[in-house]
């Protein structure tokens, strides 16, 4: 199993709203990802927790805030967004072996609008 | 810096037409190319993992070869359904982990 579940599927949110975008493995994976992906462009990292710690931040703005709160769950917090901030937004996992980690495996994405 | 960079941007063959795609790479210590599929709305599916130059993977019509600069994902005989976009990314050091950086895909029209 290969899994990486991603929900919800689609988002519409209004620009003082709060919601959260969530993202499961269950393949034993200590590392995890959020990227954001604009059309036609390639996935954009923004965070990387490794053993359920924030290990990246590349610079994102502060209104995204990440959670790891467990092996198998990854979340990413989302208030006062903007509409620039509307995108395809990728939750990714992968294992951590010795002096790298192996291929990352994606979920579906969340489609992100915001208004 | 750590860089990937794929061409063509775009290409469309006709199907059966047998094609290319090249991945270029600078990186500090290679430590895995991955070749991804990505279809539109939706996330990219890994296809190929390679370590190390001279190695070579295969799945279906699609076949990876590495060496010390450049991957090369080779489609033969293609189908519409290889439409797509395709993705290369190399791993690079982080602080206390690893990260993955993308090259700008090449999107794959298959006509038939």
């Known amino acids: 199993d290969t899994e990486v579940t991603q929900t919800p599927k689609h988002l519409v949110m209004g620009m003082t709203n709060k919601k959260s975008l969530k993202c499961e493995q269950h393949?034993?994976?200590?590392?995890m990802y959020w990227y954001k992906q604009k059309a036609k462009k390639p996935p954009e990292l923004m965070f990387v927790?490794?053993?359920?710690?924030?290990?990246i931040n590349e610079s994102v703005p502060s209104r995204f805030s990440p959670e790891c709160p467990n092996s198998s769950l990854l979340n990413l917090h989302l208030h006062a967004l903007q509409p620039e901030d509307s995108a395809l937004y990728l939750c990714?996992?992968?294992?951590?072996?010795?002096?790298?980690?192996?291929?990352?495996?994606f979920g579906q994405g969340t489609r992100l609008t915001v208004v | 810096e750590d860089q990937v960079t794929q061409s063509p941007e775009a290409l469309r063959l006709q199907e059966g037409e047998s094609s290319s795609l090249n991945c270029s790479y600078t990186?500090?210590?290679?430590?895995?190319l991955f070749w991804y599929r990505q279809d539109p709305g939706k996330g990219p599916e890994f296809l190929f993992t390679?370590?190390?130059a001279g190695e070579e993977k295969e799945k279906e019509r699609l076949k990876a070869t590495l060496t010390k600069k450049e991957s090369f994902l080779h489609i033969t005989a293609p189908k519409p359904e290889d439409s797509a976009t395709y993705l290369c990314?190399?791993?690079?050091?982080?602080?206390?982990?690893?990260?993955?950086?993308f090259g700008t895909g090449t999107r794959l029209k298959v006509l038939a």
């Open positions: 990714a996992s992968s294992r951590i072996v010795g002096s790298a980690n192996t291929e990352a495996f």
């Open positions: 393949m034993g994976h200590r590392a």
């Open positions: 927790y490794s053993y359920e710690k924030l290990s």
């Open positions: 990186v500090s210590g290679l430590r895995g």
């Open positions: 390679l370590y190390s």
């Open positions: 990314a190399v791993q690079a050091r982080a602080p206390g982990t690893y990260k993955y950086i």
